[in-house]
């Protein structure tokens, strides 16, 4: 099965109303902040935004001092949002599991947000992402560590500073993820669309192997796709490995 195939629908309706509400989590607004902090944008950077989603990344990279910005994703659902927010993006429709529609060394910059841990082959999307970056080009990449907890995303967002036992074990089933969310919000409405948003995460993390890291783990990964000089740190509530990574010679 193709990465089109099996999740795309996924993605598609997540787009539609929900996938924006993640942007009243105050770690989201954290992720989104250290990713476009860690990419070190210049005035002569020339930015690849890859998996764009709704372009919560390439709207701050926009606003940023970068010369160009394109954000790509295979999701025409995700995309329409991320056009209607981002006049001044540029967006185009593309699948990171296949040849970019870009040539060698292309960009200054890629950042690539909550994407790794998704696609069905991660070595090709790195490795198309090495080749379409330009020599000395930076990587910044974000993605679920092995063995994050969504619950303490909530915790952080509550700001409550007690200990992490009453917000583990969130994805062991529906009713205590509910449980959590309700922990969370006030707001009924709210409730109901982050209850939603928990069932589409099952879906897509059902419907596929969903690959995660240890920090050893994702740096000797890009080490092996052609990336030196890689640190790895850690953001979204701790819950998110937060790579940056330089372009080197082919491995
Ligand atoms: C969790 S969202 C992250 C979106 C955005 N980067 C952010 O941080 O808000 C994952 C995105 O990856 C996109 N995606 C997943 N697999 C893809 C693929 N093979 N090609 C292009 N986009 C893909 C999905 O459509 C979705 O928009």
Redesign the pocket.
Known sequence: MT??QN??VN?EEY?SVL?DH?CLLTP?QE??ND?VHAAEIQNQSVVL??????G??TQKLVNSSAVSVCG????HA?LRRAKQKCASGDFKH????EKLPFPDDSYTTIV????LY???HPEL?LRELWRVIAPCGRLVL?TPKKGYENGLILKAHCRDTGTDAPWLNTHTSPEREQELIYKTFDDQKLIEVFCEIAVHNRTISKSRATHLYEPQELEDFLHYCGFTDIKIGFTYAQQNLLATAVKGPLS
């Open positions: 990465d089109t999740t795309n993605w787009a996938y993640l989201y992720y989104l990713v935004d890859a998996g764009c989603g709704t919560n990344l790509i994703d295979y999701s995700m593309a699948n990171l599991q690539c947000g909550n994407v998704a696609v069905n999307l974000a």
